[in-house]
């Protein structure tokens, strides 16, 4: 089970919306077969590993290891439990159940109705950590949160003072190699979030620009709809989803092609609108790297999974303050220069509840 965490691994930047899987097939002790999910709309972890024996026959005195409960429904792609059937593998052992309400058990439940011994459970806190991602969406109906800022040593955000926020800040905490580790961590995340402060007061393009892979889906709180047609994130042809109040008239970059308005309630709580809208959109990952108030927006509401804090070694003394780290298990790492502070997640599919 463990090459099979290693091989499905590989698919990080590939399988979405699926998830990581990995396959081992093992006759007489020995490793005969493995494979993994490369990418999505392409053959599943099990058809790999079937298709990497030489002789077909050894399958029916093996046993299949798979990270993930093998899927029985049909979508881009065969059931897999089928295939396992019709091979005759007599052995499966299983790491974790898939909370995807089309498979949710039904894989296992096919396997063990063809005669087949099924285990389930080996390594399975690991299965379900390395697709936290896919198990907190199909679990809470909302995307894996992380929550990501940089301060100074002494707990500031920047330099600036609640009323020059407008003003461009005059520090950047990050270094160039912190800052390529920044933009691998939104190829990592599917979309991306900031307030209208954020965006008024540095015009950010929230793209991918230093590292492999697409750039997130961005998305701006606008409760007013006052941010400028302007802004980067409406000027530069990528998509941006604003969420605003749907009593504001009109909205300045409304009609624009790159740019939904997505118009909520905000008299009522708005991130759980927000999370329900990203749920339709099916985007699993969401990276939050907003100001001050948006971030402990999330936080009083324990809407996270991680954090990922850079502290720069600078002291300013004044300024806005960095938001409060919550109770919990905190890694620190130095990278050049920065420490790199990281709220390790709780064991199972999600932190929050």
């Known amino acids: 089970m463990k090459r099979c965490l290693q091989l499905a691994s590989n698919g990080f930047y590939g399988t979405a919306p699926n998830p990581m899987v990995g396959a081992v097939l093992v006759h007489d002790g020995q490793i005969i077969g493995e ?11 099990e058809v790999n590993a079937i298709r990497s024996v030489r002789d077909e026959n050894t399958l029916r005195n093996c046993t299949l290891y798979v990270s993930l409960e093998p899927c029985s429904h ?17 052995r499966v052992v299983v790491g974790c159940t898939d909370p995807f309400a089309k ?4 894989g ?36 894996y949160i992380t929550l990501k800022w940089a301060e100074s040593a002494d707990g500031f955000m920047d330099n600036r003072t609640p009323e020059s926020f407008s003003q461009k800040a005059a520090y950047t905490f990050s270094t160039p190699y912190t800052q390529m580790l920044v933009h691998r961590l939104r190829a990592e995340h599917q979309a991306i979030m900031v307030g209208t402060g954020t965006a008024l007061a540095d015009n ?12 997130p889906l961005r998305l701006v709180l606008d409760r007013q709809g006052r941010l400028p047609l302007s802004l980067r994130l409406f000027r530069d042809g990528n998509a941006t989803r604003a969420y605003v109040d749907k ?49 402990e927006s999330f936080l009083a509401e324990r809407l996270y999974d991680e954090i990922r804090i850079e502290q720069s070694p600078a002291v300013l003394r004044t300024g806005i303050r960095a938001p409060q ?26 932190q929050s509840t």
């Open 35 to 45: 494979g993994y999910h490369v990418r999505c709309g392409e053959p599943h972890a």
């Open 74 to 90: 049909y979508g881009k792609t065969p059931p897999c439990a089928d295939l396992i059937v019709e091979k005759g593998i007599p």
């Open 103 to 106: 498979v949710a058990g039904r």
């Open 108 to 143: 296992i439940s096919k396997l063990q109705a063809a005669g087949i011994d099924v285990k389930i459970g080996v390594l399975e806190k690991e299965c379900v950590a390395l697709n936290s991602r896919f198990m907190t969406f199909h679990t809470h109906h909302r995307p």
């Open 204 to 215: 950010p393009t929230l793209t991918n620009r230093l590292w492999p892979g697409a750039s």
């Open 247 to 295: 009593s504001v008239e009109p909205i300045p970059y409304e009609g624009n092609p790159s740019v939904t308005v997505v118009r909520l309630d905000f008299s009522q709580n708005v991130l759980p609108q927000v999370m329900e809208d990203l749920y339709g959109l099916s985007v699993q990952s969401l990276l939050v790297e907003g100001g001050t108030r948006l971030l």
């Open 325 to 350: 780290k919550p109770e919990g298990r905190w890694r620190t790492e130095q990278i050049d220069g920065n420490h790199i502070i990281h709220l390790i997640p709780f064991a199972g599919y999600s």
